[in-house]
Nanobody, 121 residues
Framework: QVQLVESGGGLVQAGGSLRLSCVAS????????MGWYRQAPGKQRELVAD???????NYVDSVKGRFTISRDNLKNTLYLQMNNLEPEDTAVYYC???????????????WGQGTQVTVSS
């Protein structure tokens, strides 16, 4: 099995910063793409940013220039540096990973339990 554990959420004032981390553990051959989604109350879950195993990144327009996604493949860890936070960023943030458990097997999606980010105005 594969587990993803997030940390780093919390309460911050508008304009502040937080850094989220997500550690993947378990038995697997390779982690392919990883990313962060978020879900605000009453809204659908949306992709915030993702990153390929080679380091190519993609961001939703609303966070471009403020958030930076990165990963440490040796540590199986994903990060999201969030700067200049806005109240609209308030949501539960979820880590996901597309994991190949066996060399010639399929890729499967795994999710973390979520971490709350609250930005006060």
């Amino acid at each position: 099995q594969v587990q993803l554990v997030e940390s780093g959420g919390g309460l911050v004032q508008a304009g502040g910063s937080l850094r989220l981390s997500c550690v993947a553990s378990g038995t697997f051959f390779r982690i392919n793409s990883m990313g962060w989604y978020r879900q605000a109350p009453g809204k659908q879950r949306e992709l915030v940013a993702d990153i390929t195993s080679g380091g190519n990144t993609n961001y939703v327009d609303s966070v471009k220039g403020r958030f930076t996604i990165s990963r440490d493949n040796l540590k199986n860890t994903l990060y999201l540096q969030m700067n200049n936070l806005e109240p609209e960023d308030t949501a539960v943030y979820y880590c996901y990973a597309k994991v190949r458990r066996q060399r010639f097997g399929p890729d499967n999606d795994y999710w973390g339990q979520g971490t709350q980010v609250t930005v006060s105005s």
